[in-house]
């Protein structure tokens, strides 16, 4: 990894393709790297998931409708989704010099999903509340997160609902974050790991919502 983040300080200072074309080699040579980390993740995680697969994202910033120009991402990043449609949520490893995190859950749910979603919360929120307050997930996560969708509430929503906080988000997502001396460490591939299978009662909870009604028949 130290190599990887040594690339990335470097490309931060140099974020430009004459000096990534001089030095691609090197850029190469850490995606050789990282693409053995990566699999061995994959490998160890299907032991306790069913994965649909791997998914390894380019460095190259698509700057076509962004306001930030640069060609090249300053971090390496790689999700691993779970097989659909009956299992859902996305697991995520993000690696950049002092902003390292692993993330899972759903970023963006589409329109039917988030409904129904806000609509199991409107309706009960026992069992999410229980997931979220369990002391193993406190340890690892702290809170579930997510950017809010509206200001008050969803269209045909109560906006005094005592669950309207987690109704009115449009991502539910949990996230920990680790220090680059974390990231070096030898064990953080088991770290990984053990951040990933922490969601999983989120995931296997969420997976029951999305694939059933509000009274529990199977879509």
Do not use: C
Request: charged share 30%.
């Amino acid at each position: 990894m130290e190599r990887g983040f040594e690339f990335l300080k470097q490309i931060k200072e140099n974020n430009n393709r004459a000096w990534f074309s001089k030095n691609k080699p090197e850029y190469d040579a850490v995606v050789t790297e990282n693409k053995v980390f990566f699999n061995r993740i994959y490998t160890e995680l299907r032991k306790h998931d069913n994965l649909a697969g791997t998914h390894i994202f380019r460095i190259y910033n698509d700057v076509r409708f962004s306001k930030d120009k640069t060609p090249y991402k300053t971090h390496f990043g790689v999700s691993f989704s779970r097989t659909k449609p009956a299992l859902r949520g996305g697991y995520y490893l993000h690696l950049e010099p002092n902003n390292s995190f692993v993330g899972g859950g759903f970023w963006a749910p589409n329109n039917e999903d988030l409904f129904r979603i806000r609509k199991e919360f409107e309706t009960d929120t026992a069992e999410i509340e229980k997931i979220t307050s369990d002391k193993v997930f406190v340890n690892y996560f702290g809170e579930l997160s997510g950017e809010a969708g509206v200001k008050t509430a969803p269209k045909g929503f109560d906006k005094n609902h005592p669950a309207i906080d987690p109704i009115r988000k449009k991502q539910y997502v949990v996230m920990r974050n680790f220090t680059d001396k974390a990231v070096f460490a030898p064990d953080f591939q088991n770290e990984v790991i053990a951040t990933f299978l922490a969601m999983r009662p989120f995931f296997d909870y969420m997976s029951e919502v999305l694939t059933t009604d509000l009274n529990g028949e199977s879509l």
